[in-house]
């Protein structure tokens, strides 16, 4: 019942900031124990764990990652945010939020998925 959904600007400029927004419906981002996680899958590869949000508030990046990405929550809004910053055509990926625990990322294994969104990145 719970659903996910990326949205945000499908082109973005090589050097440039990408920003996506997670909007969560029928379930609430700070309900006890689940971990809200953004994914990527870049054309022909496998999926790519980029980091978490817990239901505290607390993040854990994917080391390969971690020195460009932040992710971010508004309760308020039930959203949870994604900023990849020094963007490179690389990182051009249908993107991912999805809901799961804080070990989700070791098989891809989560509870429920957003439908995704292409983020292209222009050089």
């Known amino acids: 019942q719970v659903q996910l959904q990326e949205s945000g600007p499908g082109l973005v400029k090589s050097s440039q900031t990408l920003s996506l927004t997670c909007t969560v419906s029928g379930g609430s981002i700070t309900t006890n124990y689940y971990y809200w996680s953004w994914i990527r899958q870049p054309p022909g590869k496998g999926m790519e764990w980029i980091g978490y949000i817990s239901y505290t508030g607390d993040t854990h990046y994917s080391p390969s990652l971690k020195r460009r990405t932040t992710i971010s929550r508004d309760t308020s809004k039930n959203q949870i945010t994604l900023q990849v910053t020094s963007v490179t055509p690389e990182d051009t990926a249908v993107y991912y939020c999805?809901?799961?625990?804080?070990?989700?990322?070791?098989?891809?294994?989560?509870?429920?998925w957003g439908q995704g969104t292409q983020v292209t990145v222009s050089s």
């Open positions: 999805a809901r799961g625990s804080d070990t989700s990322w070791k098989m891809n294994e989560y509870s429920t």
